[in-house]
């Protein structure tokens, strides 16, 4: 006769794992019969759903809690997956529950209102002082080299934003303070230094504008023709320049931002001189932007802080 209470064997699944992928199994060919998405769709769907019963463990998914789905998304963010990856998952789980009150009675979705952790920016590598000296190093002949000169040394020089960039016109430089007045997110002004370089090169340029403008037109950066310069367009011609210089690599003007941010904070050690020149709102941001790890912000700390100097 069968021992009815006979311990399952090590490995068997547990009845409530074994219905949830039965459940599984019903959605993804719900999936793919009567929503029509595709099998590379669909499989995600399964992997991510599988991961789900895996972290529920002994826990039957219709009683799921809120905090518990919290876990498995911090769980899954311990083990290497980013904010994009989690929102992914998220995502299926939360259809996967959908699924299930609809067509299995289920009363509740744990996972409404979870958010993923917010995708790391990936920010563009910094040139090194001597690949930034390399591509400012440009033959400025002609007057659209005299431009692209001018273009690449202010980037570098006062770290701008291209939006920023493109957005200037000739009152907005001050070349007996050599300073730039910059309008940038929120429509917040803040005055900008430009180095010397880039003072020489903005000189020239503006001496070949005058002879190019037309009357009326207010930017400090126009085309051939005599119009505003468009972003899309100092894209082009960084990248040639970039190509033409023998950089081995697509250079992006916010590369030139945070080649700027990068080897000023190196030398310089001043955080906030750099939040300040760069128009964060917040220190954080700027944090986050030049690539600082904690050990050196915890030195710019026990440096400047006056509570935080050992006693000698």
């Known amino acids: ?18 219905a949830a992928r039965e459940r599984l199994d019903d959605y993804i060919n ?6 029509r998405l595709s099998a590379h769709t669909a499989r995600g769907y399964r992997r991510d759903i599988v991961a789900l019963i895996a972290l529920a463990g002994a826990t039957p998914l219709d009683r799921l809690q809120v905090h518990e789905v919290r876990r498995f ?5 311990a083990r ?36 993923a952790p917010k995708a790391a920016k990936k920010l563009p590598r910094a040139l090194s002082p001597d690949e930034a000296g390399q591509l400012m190093a ?36 001050n070349l007996d ?3 730039v007045r910059v309008t940038g997110k929120g429509a917040k002004t803040r005055i900008v230094p430009v180095g010397r370089y880039a003072l020489a090169a903005l000189r020239a340029w503006l001496t070949e504008r005058n002879r190019l403008t037309p009357a009326g ?14 972003a899309r367009s100092v894209q082009l011609r960084l990248e040639r320049w970039a190509a033409k210089r023998g950089l081995g690599r697509r250079v992006h003007p916010h590369a030139l931002r945070h080649s700027f941010a990068s080897h000023l904070l190196q030398s310089s050690g001043d955080l906030r001189a750099v939040q300040d020149l760069l128009g964060h709102a917040s ?30």
């Open 1 to 18: 006769m069968k021992d009815e209470g006979r311990t399952a064997k090590p490995g068997t699944p547990k009845p409530h794992a074994a």
């Open 30 to 35: 719900h999936l793919t019969h009567e929503r």
């Open 73 to 77: 998304v911090v769980q899954l963010h």
């Open 80 to 115: 290497g997956l980013d904010g994009r990856s989690l929102a992914r998952a998220l995502s299926a789980w939360r259809g996967f529950f959908k699924y299930l009150a609809r067509d299995h009675g289920y009363r509740q979705n744990p996972c409404l209102g979870i958010r």
């Open 138 to 173: 440009i033959d400025a002949e002609g007057m659209l080299a005299v431009r692209d000169k001018a273009i690449l040394e202010l980037l570098y020089s006062s770290g701008l934003r291209l939006a920023e960039l493109t957005s200037l016109t000739p009152a907005d430089v």
């Open 177 to 179: 303070d050599a300073t």
């Open 217 to 230: 037109e207010t930017a400090l950066f126009v085309n051939k023709n005599g119009g505003r310069l468009s």
């Open 283 to 312: 220190i954080s941001t700027t944090q986050v932007y030049t690539h600082l790890d904690f050990q050196y912000l915890a030195k710019v700390y026990d440096a400047a802080h006056p509570r935080a100097k050992k006693k000698s």
